[in-house]
């Protein structure tokens, strides 16, 4: 088993990532996200988009590191150190433990033990740590959500963030009494967690897959520095005299995304998810980021944004209404 201290050493130098397999509706994105706001250092999540329709397979990753170079990458997790997968009828649709790594965790929510996941799965070398988490969100939280209950197992076996960490972000992001009775949940998920180690006892893998800081192309050229806030926008005029920030991509799409203030909670999931670091924050102060709109230049409408917007703060509209040839609507 990991130690915190370990995991400490682990993230100064290497980035772990993490895969959650859920259904729709079940959270999946949503515990992403919170592994990302409960961690003391710097990481970056997004989900994969598919049929979004409810109950189908959904994905999610997660990268965490104290090393911000090795987080910087908008691509899915293939090589996960931990794997949560929330309902375990998943496990004979997908293939959940797909790239894991030797010492690499499978964290499932069933009431099957580790053996009978282990022969669902047909792997007997493979670390395992099972949760009735459907159970615990039945009894406290009265319906089936399980995104929260699967991250106190994680926090038993990762040591990626703390209790109180884990609990600090449920309260920034869900309110009174719902967030009180998700940390009581954690807190539950927390002791009722078994664990099975394999017998290999190998250490976590972690070289598989840990991005290396930018050294494939000669210093003075764009990439060889620090990302900038814009992201993939290279604004150095001592690298490249006329950057990329100056191609408007905005133009690119079809869709005006429009941002309701009204609406907006500031739970910065948009902010995640932008591949083109479109969302406008400012940080008041005391230190707290809000949201301030669209950044229309850069924005390429891709509508991931109005696919997480929890409370429909986001929309789309057309650039341009019916062309000029189009067949008058009949009165």
């Not at 894991?100 to 099957?112: A, F, H, K, S």
């Not at 990329?244 to 907006?264: A, F, L, R, Y």
Request: net charge negative; charged share 20%.
């Amino acid at each position: 088993m990991l130690d915190p201290k370990q995991v400490k050493e682990m993230l100064k130098d290497h980035c772990i990532n993490l895969r959650f397999h859920a259904r729709g509706g079940q959270g999946g994105v949503t515990a992403s996200n919170l592994c990302v706001e409960a961690f003391d250092g710097y990481g970056i999540c997004q989900p994969r988009f598919g049929a979004e329709r409810m109950g189908s397979p959904t994905e999610s990753y997660v990268r965490l590191s104290l090393n911000k170079d090795l987080i910087q990458s908008n691509e899915q997790v293939y090589v996960p150190h931990f794997v949560a997968v929330l309902d375990d009828s998943l496990l004979n649709e997908v293939d959940v433990t797909a790239g894991l790594p030797y010492g690499g965790w499978l964290i499932v929510n069933t009431e099957m033990n580790q053996k009978a996941v282990q022969l669902t799965l047909a792997m007997e070398d493979i670390n395992v740590a099972t949760i009735d988490a459907t159970n615990i969100a039945m009894e406290i939280l009265g319906r089936n959500i399980t995104n929260t209950i699967i991250l106190g197992a994680l926090i038993k076996i990762s040591h990626l963030f703390t209790l109180d960490q884990l609990s600090d972000a449920i309260m920034a992001r869900f309110k009174g009494e719902i967030a009180g009775k998700n940390v009581k949940a954690i807190k539950q998920a927390i002791e009722e967690t078994c664990i099975y180690e394999a017998e290999s006892g190998r250490e976590l893998a972690l070289e598989v897959d840990t991005k290396v800081p930018w050294s494939q192309v000669d210093p003075g050229l764009p990439g060889y520095k620090e990302l900038d806030l814009a992201g993939v926008w290279y604004c150095d005029s001592d690298v490249i005299k006329v950057g990329s920030d100056q191609v408007m991509t905005g133009s690119w799409g079809e869709w005006n995304i429009i941002w309701d203030e009204e609406k907006c909670t500031n739970c910065a999931q948009c902010w995640y998810i932008c591949p083109d670091f479109a969302i406008v924050r400012e940080i008041d102060n005391e230190g707290v980021y809000h949201m301030k709109g669209i950044d229309q230049a850069h924005c390429k409408s891709c509508q991931n944004c109005i696919e997480v917007c929890p409370v429909n703060a986001i929309s789309a509209e057309l650039k341009q209404g019916p062309g000029s040839c189009a067949v008058p609507e009949e009165d």
